[in-house]
Each structure stands twice: as structure tokens, then as C-alpha cells.
């Protein structure tokens, strides 16, 4: 989902990882795309943040969290059938819109871009598949997707809110 944010590769500022929901927080169904950040004082964070996180057309909101880390919502209601896609496996059934943004984060000199490329256009690549892994090309035609679905405890973060208002009245 993060390709859908716009931002570029290349830049020293990248999430620790992104997440689909926040334990306690946001659930799979709220849509929201949880990106997880090293806060910093520099001025290329603070630049980076300003332009491309706060100033995101889906920002939602921001939370700081527990080891100078921040954590930013952005809201995929707009995308919900991509949204969907994602969380039932169906990568095939992304809007091109979505993979278009796919393949230019990543770029086609990548080099997982084949890997990348194999989810979204399974049909090139059922041959390679069948033979790498020793299955009819025919079954996998059946089962169409040939990436796995994801694994929804990993696409949770788990981490607590930090009360700056509490915090700085107990100080």
C-alpha cells in the first residue's frame, strides 16, 4: 500500500515498517495505512515530514509512540477496493491505477522486480512457476494468485501511545 503514498525511493528517511492495522487502535476494516518512523531533529526529517507525510493528500493523523518513534495514519478509504485486494490475496485484481504506482516506486531495474511483477500479472509468469516449484501450470492457472496470502499478525503493529500532555505534568 505505501506505493500509493507517492514518495519516492532513494531518500534516508523510510519507515521502520508499515503496517495495515494497530492493535487497540485501528482494526483491518478502518482502512488505514500505519507507517512507522524513527523521529528526527534533522533538517531533511523535518523537511521529508512537512512535504510528504503531514502535507500527504490520505495523512489522517500522527501519534508518538514509545522510543522517540512516531507513527502516521493515512486513510485508504479511497483505495478500498485495492485496500480489499490486499487483504484477500488477489494482488491480479489490483487497479492498474495501483499497479502503475507499483512498478514506478520500485522501477522495472529493480531487482525484485520480476518477484513484484509476478503478483500482479500471474499469467506471464505460471510457466517459471510451475517448473520452479514443481506444480502443474495448470493448478496454478486454477488457483490464479501466486503470492501467499498475508500474514495478519505481522501486518499489526504493536506499540503504545505515549501521553505527552500526562508525561509533562508528572515532570
Known sequence: MYPLLEIKRGSSVTPIETYLSWENQYSLSD????????????????????????????????????????????DFSPYSKDWECILSGKYSKLSSDYKRRIENFYGKTNSNYAYIESYMYPEKYYKMYSEMIGVKESLLKEVVELCDLIDFDRETLKTSIINLELKSKLS
Not at 49 to 57: A, Q, R, T
Open 31 to 74: 482502512r488505514k495505512l500505519i507507517c512507522h518512523y524513527h523521529l528526527r531533529d534533522d533538517a531533511e526529517f523535518t523537511q521529508f515530514e512537512k512535504e510528504k507525510l503531514l502535507g500527504n493528500k490520505l495523512f489522517y493523523d500522527f501519534k508518538q509512540v514509545e522510543d522517540n518513534k512516531g507513527v502516521y495514519i493515512f
